[in-house]
């Protein structure tokens, strides 16, 4: 694999692929040889865990927020009314949508230390933010440069927490929820801060605009990290290689359409 093809086909949720291809390669070279050292420990297959569990609850996340805009507009184009309820629960499924992002993006960091064929002191794994930071900081430049890079991209993390932090303390019954048109139809609009060409802009999008942005960016990201540490990993062990086992789409979750949200525009 080439660490610099981002359409590299993988994959949503390629990193719990790879941790578990890991994991299991670790068990062969045990059992070849008890004396292998590579640093996996509880900690790692924990946090595989935990990053498949907050995907997963990532995805309920959309399929409700899709099935309270649908009762919300259906009753908004019956008599021009927002149902308080149905509302209420939008409010919460966004903020929920919003935690999980982060907290999955905090799962995965816990698993980029033992991607290093020696531990290395001193690399956070407590959160993604503290990791990103270790990472850009100056004394560790030529530690490992391409997955620095990759940190540079991930300017929609940042903004993703200001997004959340201005929809969770604004958010009313009634606001930040507005109902909008485009192209003759209906859609819900929540108030939002999106940085565009540089420059931050508060303005009322599109609710599955909002999802798109945020979980493309999401899987973008996923698909660079697999493809940058299978590659870290086959630098020490060339016969490395992701299985194939799965599931591993978010597609496939149970009553959750994220291809069509995927396939969006955004």
């Known amino acids: 694999m080439n660490s610099g093809n981002t359409t590299t086909k993988l994959p949503l949720m390629a990193p719990i692929q790879l941790a578990r291809s890991l994991i299991r390669f670790h068990a062969r070279l045990l059992s070849q040889s008890p004396t292998a050292e590579w640093p996996l420990d509880s900690s790692f297959e924990k946090a595989e865990e935990g990053l498949g569990v907050k995907l997963y609850y990532l995805g309920l996340a ?9 009762k919300l507009l259906e009753r908004f184009k019956s008599d021009g009314k927002l149902l308080r309820d149905p509302l209420r629960f939008l409010i919460l499924d966004v903020e929920t949508f919003f935690v999980q992002l982060r907290s999955a993006m905090d799962e995965l960091a816990k698993l980029t230390p033992s991607f290093y064929s020696k531990a290395k002191e001193g690399i956070s794994g407590r959160s993604f933010n503290k990791q990103k930071k270790w990472f850009l900081n100056e004394k560790q430049a030529g530690f490992d440069p391409r997955y620095t890079e990759l940190l540079k991209r991930t300017e929609w993390f940042d903004q993703m927490k200001k997004t959340r932090e201005r929809f969770v303390h604004d958010a009313t019954p009634t606001r930040p929820v507005v109902i909008g048109t485009k192209a003759g ?3 819900l609009g929540i108030d939002v801060d999106i940085e565009s060409n540089g420059q931050l802009e508060t303005t009322y999008n599109d609710v599955n605009y909002i999802l ?11 698909q660079d990290y697999t493809v940058h540490f299978t590659s870290k990993v086959k630098e020490t062990y060339p016969d490395f290689d992701l299985e194939s086992q799965g599931p591993f789409y978010l597609a496939e979750l149970p009553g959750v359409e994220i291809s069509k949200l995927l396939s969006s525009s955004a």
Not at 212 to 222: D, G, M, R, T
């Open 62 to 70: 959309i399929h409700r927020i899709k099935d309270d805009q649908l």
């Open 185 to 187: 139809d209906s859609y």
């Open 212 to 222: 798109s942005h945020y979980i493309k960016s999401l899987f973008a990201f996923f």
